[in-house]
């Protein structure tokens, strides 16, 4: 696929939300349609962003990484949205994260010049990609994960076989007790350290790690836990600097999800004798969200002393389907919808049938189950609001990534709910 049919593909009434009856139309058109969530004019279920939201999220990242003199490089497994992918880097972005090689050429066709795998890559379809695209395009930066000996072996044999082959730029990656990759202490990290340094297939440019697993939003908790892995990178770091092992003039520094991005963010630009790029690779504040990562962003703002943070940007509208018993409403969507990994979808507002009039919704209501496609709300009744069937409900998720990949595209809303434009993804 070009990258101009990635960025401006056609969107038709085969993908979930889009008008039945409507034309196909270029992503670029759909602003131009005229169609508003609140008229009716798109099918329900549907996910929407809201536009003014999202525009701030990406300067407020943006802003606090640049105050800190860090980099951002954005994991695009959040969202796997071309669109979103080439805003985050307009917004300034460094590059851009990915899990795997395929993510990745997603991103390289959204316009990432450069590219950090946060994985470990070894597989020899994975490695010829990645020397393919390198020798075909100048200029671009592909890095990615070891944090083992038996990878590095796997690396060097398909390295014999290709001796033409690229170099690899890589960082090491260390990692926690009981936690997912990477090098547990010292004496592994520096015994890697220098077999990366001594091969002739990869060059050691930077260390890596990964703390978002064990973030629990409280500060106390959150500080013990992630003290020994930045204790741990700095010492390698320091170690690895003073025994020139690093194979570049700049030393990559990178860490930093989604939760307690702040908490790691002083750790990453150390004074070493060469010079140092910190990056941060928060992924999920391109959207945030009403639930997990709220509560998380509380905690950092409590921190560092924000007045403003981030913003949930991404809904979910749905409509009432059935009123079976008094207190339970019975809404036409579900798991193929939403999130529900983190915490259950969240009642945010209403709106009356035949209206565009929204309504907060009450405190009590809240979403108690969820089928494939139906959601539990429970507290729906006279005291609290009653609803009626052909009712709007709006559902502020906990998780954005897992509600991402359930839509191949979702609508740009204004604050009117008006559809200014749109953004695809590609799972």
Not at 110 to 136: K, M, T
Not at 265 to 271: D, E, I, V
Not at 311 to 321: I, T
Request: net charge negative.
């Amino acid at each position: 696929m070009a990258p101009a049919d990635l960025l401006d593909p056609w969107i038709d009434a085969s993908q979930k939300g889009f008008p039945h009856h409507s034309a196909p139309v270029r992503r670029s058109q759909i602003g131009g349609q005229g169609w508003n969530v609140l008229a009716g004019d798109l099918p329900l279920p549907l996910a929407v962003i809201k536009r003014e939201v999202l525009q701030h999220n990406l300067a407020w990242m943006q802003d606090f990484a640049g105050q800190r003199g860090l980099g951002l490089a954005p994991h695009g497994k959040t969202s796997m949205s071309p669109q979103l992918f080439r805003l985050q880097l307009d917004a300034g972005a460094w590059g851009m994260t990915f899990a795997t090689v395929t993510q990745m050429r997603a991103g390289l066709a959204a316009g990432a010049q450069h590219c950090l795998i946060a994985n470990q890559v070894f597989a020899d379809i994975d490695l010829q990609c990645i020397d393919s695209l390198l020798r075909n395009q100048p200029g671009l930066r592909l890095i990615f994960l070891v944090d083992s000996l038996a990878q590095l072996d796997r690396i060097e044999a398909w390295r014999h076989r290709q001796p033409q082959a690229c170099d690899f730029e890589v960082l090491l990656e260390i990692g926690l007790s009981g936690g997912r990759t990477g090098c547990r202490d010292l004496t592994q990290a520096m015994e890697l350290a220098r077999r990366l340094h001594d091969s002739t297939a990869v060059r050691l440019v930077g260390v890596e790690c990964y703390e978002g697993l064990g973030a629990s939003g409280d500060t106390a908790q959150d500080q013990a836990y992630v003290r020994p892995l930045l204790d741990l990178l700095q010492t390698l770091v320091a170690a690895c600097d003073a025994q020139d092992l690093f194979d570049s003039d700049e030393v990559m520094l990178t860490a930093g999800g989604s939760a307690i991005f702040d908490l790691v963010s002083a750790a990453l630009k150390p004074a070493l004798r060469r010079s140092v790029q910190g990056l941060l690779r928060s992924g999920c504040y391109v959207t945030h969200d009403q639930g997990n990562y709220k509560r998380m962003m509380s905690a950092v703002a409590a921190r560092t002393g924000c007045t403003t943070g981030l913003e949930a940007a991404l809904e979910v509208w749905a409509e009432v389907q059935s009123c079976p018993e008094p207190g339970l409403a019975i809404l036409a969507v579900g798991k193929r919808d939403l999130s529900y990994d983190m915490g259950m979808p969240i009642p945010l507002a209403t709106c009356a049938r035949g209206t565009r009039t929204v309504r907060a919704a009450p405190a009590q209501w809240t979403i108690s189950k969820l089928n494939d496609q139906h959601a539990y709300l429970q507290g729906s009744d006279a005291q609290h609001q009653a609803l009626r069937v052909g009712d709007r409900v709006c559902l502020g998720i906990s998780h954005p990534c897992t509600t991402f990949d359930k839509w191949r595209w979702m609508p740009l809303v204004d604050a009117g709910y008006g559809v200014v434009d749109a953004i695809t993804t590609c799972f």
